[in-house]
C-alpha cells in the first residue's frame, strides 16, 4: 500500500519553467493528484483488511479538502472518517505521548539506559502490544 511521488515534482518544475502553465494550476493539478493516491491507497487498504474506520493523522491531515475527500470516499464505503482536532495534527509531541501511554499500559517497558531508536523503521514493523 505504499506510494510514490518520484518524478511528481521535477514535471511540475519543468511545466513551470516552461511558462505554459499558470501556477495555481499546477499547485491545483498537485494537491489532487497526491489526494487521489493516497484516497485511493486508504481505501484499498480498507478493503483488503476488512476495516470501516479511517483515521487521519499529520499536518496534512489539516487540509479542508483532504478531509471531504476522505469523508466523502468513508460514506460510499459505508465507513467511518475520523480527524482529530487540527491541533493534535500537526504536534508530534502529542501523538508520541499518547503512544507512549498506550505502551505503558499494554505493560511494555523501556529501559532508559539503553534506549533502542529505529529512525527508518516503518510503522507495519512495528511490533503492537496487545
Given at each position: 500500500?505504499?506510494?510514490?511521488?518520484t518524478?511528481?515534482?521535477?514535471?511540475?518544475?519543468?511545466?513551470?519553467?516552461s511558462?505554459?502553465?499558470k501556477?495555481e494550476d499546477l499547485c491545483y493539478?498537485?494537491q489532487?493528484?497526491?489526494f487521489?493516491?493516497l484516497?485511493?491507497v486508504s481505501?484499498?487498504?480498507?478493503a483488503?483488511?476488512?476495516k470501516?474506520?479511517?483515521l487521519l493523522?499529520g499536518?496534512?491531515?489539516?487540509?479542508t479538502?483532504?478531509?471531504e475527500?476522505?469523508k466523502i470516499?468513508?460514506?460510499?464505503?459505508?465507513?467511518?472518517c475520523?480527524?482529530?482536532?487540527?491541533?493534535y495534527l500537526v504536534?508530534?509531541?502529542?501523538?508520541i505521548a499518547?503512544?507512549?501511554?498506550s505502551?505503558v499500559?499494554a505493560g511494555?517497558?523501556?529501559k532508559t539506559?539503553d534506549p533502542?531508536?529505529?529512525?527508518?523503521q516503518r510503522?507495519?514493523?512495528?511490533?503492537?502490544?496487545?
Open positions: 500500500m505504499d506510494v510514490s511521488f518524478g511528481m515534482l521535477t514535471n511540475l518544475k519543468q511545466k513551470y519553467d511558462k505554459k502553465y501556477i493539478s498537485l489532487e493528484t497526491t487521489a493516491m484516497l485511493e481505501e484499498r487498504a480498507m483488503h483488511c476488512n470501516k474506520e479511517l493523522g499536518g496534512v491531515a489539516c487540509n479538502i483532504l478531509k475527500k476522505s470516499m468513508c460514506k460510499e464505503r459505508n465507513a467511518k475520523f480527524v482529530p482536532e487540527n491541533q504536534d508530534n509531541g502529542a501523538m499518547t503512544t507512549g501511554i505502551m499500559k511494555y517497558k523501556l539506559k533502542k531508536i529505529y529512525p527508518y510503522t507495519d514493523q512495528v511490533k503492537v502490544f496487545s
